[in-house]
């Protein structure tokens, strides 16, 4: 099953959320492989279950059943600090909007994820330095994130997202709100990161000029997810 | 895991950074603790305060032993004095004073008129005991006693009776057949029908006054009301170990002291219950405001989950958050109540023991950690348990 070059290996996934009104079935048996370096857009309707795979998949939430590998490790039942210790080790995560913490500085935004993960003060500067150069906006490190602009955020999101080396970047939306110059940045940015062949993006967008720009594009509808294209 | 260290920088960030959202907690734990800290330091001073002036009023604080002259074979007993350093080494006795008197009338001769008045040989300690002050000149001091000084006080009611005003202090006057010099004038509050005695030292009065009464009573100062019933209790024992206790009678003013402890006892009540409420208001102040930092910070927290901050790391950062605010505010009622402690010290000159304070800060800081963990405890578990999903999406 295991197989060294796929980070992430889904099978026959399905999630249904109970609800007063009845059951809801959201994934029905989604299988999805993804590789070290290589970049996955997930396109689809809203309300069609892409949002819900990534966050199976970023282990915010467990499915109803089928398998989940990640980097070899077939994942079962986990309490939430393991969960959490995985999603620390493993992913980097990126939303649509509003996602650095108010009333902070772009510094301390991107220490956090330095603190859960156990980083020593000293090493916590020169790492914010380099990832904030990374994303070149390093002259920005002081300023209240409230103040950047929309496409300047993102880029903190993403340097925040990279900030400890994670396999995976896992991004819901994250042009969302960008109008298209920023969003090619963005993804300029995000293709460059995973340039060193260890890295994995997977995103999920409505815009079909970012997923274009990936190497790989699945559509979802109706909780079933199917390959539409790959490039080169 | 997240260091104390991260913890305590973040907490103290994000309660500078908030500020705004905690003032009312902030205030009423510091006032809480202030009054706390002013109340435990000078506390007794403003009761032994309180003591002396009830005492002006009415003696309530006073116990006195007597050996009754009308029972036989003890018409002459004295208080001896190792039997009088005993009593005044008993828990609760602030001072005693050994005084006799004249069993008839003494004489004094002025401008040839007889004037007759009762004469009391009293202690240096006796001024103080019965809270005391010379309206003019000064009272017999160590000195005196010891010398058998010929000194005498005057009531400034007697002094008026034979002079028509009171001369200056330094004037002899004769009394049976002797000159004294006038040192002072006793007037004053709770002074009443001894303005019209005369004074002298009691071993001068002893050693040249003819027809003295034994030195068979004694004037004991308890040091609060709580100890008046104790010290009304050992004395016939620590008399009866140091010379026999046949004859002694012990008073004290029992309905008195009665009213006084109830009065005390319903201001230590009042008091105590405007401390607690207002840490209470402090502790709700919290609660109150760290319910709200979690509603307006659940992004914030779900972000972090996302980060792989765990539930402990959660709940531990909103904790110190808790205590930041509940151990800050303590700090400030500290500094408040050291500075109220210095001036309420100053009114009533007097000096509080450092260790009080001391004690007094220790508690007051165990206090608010209790108060920091009880009032940030929920708030914290249900900012731990908020799922990332739902928390990243918050609207």
Known sequence: MSDNSYIIQVRNLTMTFRTPAGEIPVLRGVNMDVRKGESLAILGPSGSGKSTLLFIVGLFMSPTSGSYVLNGRELSAMDEDAQAELRRHYFGFVFQSCNLIENSTVFEDLEYPLIYAGVPPHKRRERIHETLKRVRIEHRINHRTNLLSGGEQQRVAVARALINRPQVILADEPTGQLDSENSQHIMDLFLECISDGETALVLVTHDHKVADRCSRTCYFHDGILTETGSQP | ?????????????????????????????????????????????????????????????????????????????????????????????????????????????????????????????????????????????????????????????????????????????????????????????????????????????????????????????????????????????????????????????????????????????????????TLGLGGTGIWYGMMTAVRSRTREIGLKKAMGATRGDIMAQFLTESLCLSIGSTIVGTLLGGLAMLVVSALLHSSPPPGLFLGGVAISITISIALGVGAGYYPSAHAAGLEVISAVRFE
Not at chain 2, 58 to 85: L, N, W, Y
Request: hydrophobic share 45%; with cysteine; charged share 20%.
């Open chain 2, 1 to 277: 895991m997240i260091t104390p260290r991260d913890l305590l920088s973040i907490g103290i960030r994000q309660v500078i950074r908030h500020r705004n959202r905690y003032y009312a907690g902030i205030i009423a734990i510091a006032l809480g603790t202030c009054g706390f800290i002013v109340i435990m330091t000078t506390g007794e001073n403003i009761k032994s305060n309180i003591n002396r002036d009830l005492d002006l009023l009415g003696g309530a604080t006073m116990v006195k032993a007597t050996f009754r002259r009308d029972i036989p074979g003890c018409s002459r007993t004295s208080f001896k004095p190792e039997t009088v350093e005993a009593i005044r080494q008993l828990p609760g006795v602030a001072m005693a004073s050994l005084s006799g008197i004249k069993d008839a009338l003494a004489s004094a001769s002025v401008g040839g008129r007889e004037f007759g008045f009762m004469l009391v040989a009293v202690d240096d300690v006796f001024w103080s005991a019965g809270s005391y002050t010379p309206r003019v000149g000064r009272f017999f001091n160590r000195d005196d006693i010891a010398e058998h000084r010929k000194v005498c006080v005057l009531g400034s009611v007697l002094a008026n009776r034979i002079f028509g005003h009171l001369p200056a202090p330094g004037k002899l006057l004769l009394i049976d057949r002797d000159y004294y010099e006038i040192i002072g004038y006793l007037e004053g509050t709770g002074t009443g029908d001894m303005n019209q005695f005369a004074y002298l030292p009691i071993t001068t009065a002893m050693a040249r006054i003819s027809g003295m009464s034994p030195k068979n009573k004694l004037y004991i100062r308890c040091s609060t009301w709580d100890d008046v019933a104790a010290v009304a209790a050992s004395i016939p024992e620590a008399v009866g170990r140091a010379q026999g206790n046949k004859g002694l009678q012990v008073d004290m003013a029992a309905a008195q002291l009665k009213h006084i402890k109830r009065i005390a006892w319903w201001i230590r009540l009042f008091v105590a219950i405007s401390i607690l409420a």
